[in-house]
């Protein structure tokens, strides 16, 4: 089932603007992942936090674990036209092979 | 060059008649999975594969399965499909189990 909530469901940004989005989800996690879509196609990896990360970066992406809380944010610095599309977080639960998928958020960068 | 591969990228078939996605993976992974994704949604798991060993999530339709025959293939069978199976199809595969999944481009399905 569902176990990730993303907010906002869609935001749209200038390029050279931050970008922020949020996930929340319900049950206790091994790892919190990132994904990217664009329109019409698969899902790309970003980013994975395990439960017992705070912070990671990867290039232009900073992602932020609270266990506490039980929410991520994905920061997207120094936006482009290309990172226009729909992002979306996953959870993975320990001893589990699933990842359950929130419904996204679609992010558009105005040139 | 594409990981996981999806055939084909579009597919229309007519209300009930059976219809067979395919996915394949150069990656010898061992989890492969299915999901299903409509328009502006969460993609919703299907079933998944460890191995052989088959596991069908509780909410999956009886109309959909699946077909593992060796490690590198995976079909998606719709024995008849409804109007409501209009979706994205997406295949995806892993190392090991829940950590980064590399997916397929997907296979939009029209019913018509």
Partial sequence: SQQGEEDPQA??????????????YKTSINNLQWYRQNSGRGLVHLILIRSNEREKHSGRLRVTLDTSKKSSSLLITASRAADTASYFCATGLSNDYKLSFGAGTT???RA | DAMVIQNPRYQVTQFGKPVTLSCSQTLNHNVMYWYQQKSSQAPKLLFHYYDKDFNNEADTPDNFQ??????????????????????????ATTGRGNEKLFFGSGTQLSVL
């Fill in chain 1, 11 to 24: 935001l749209s940004i200038q390029e050279g603007e931050n970008a922020t989005m949020n996930c929340s």
């Fill in chain 1, 107 to 109: 992010v558009t960068v």
């Fill in chain 2, 66 to 91: 699946s077909r593992r025959p060796n490690t590198s293939f995976c079909f998606l069978d719709i024995r008849s499909p409804g109007l409501g199976d209009a979706a994205m199809y997406l295949c």
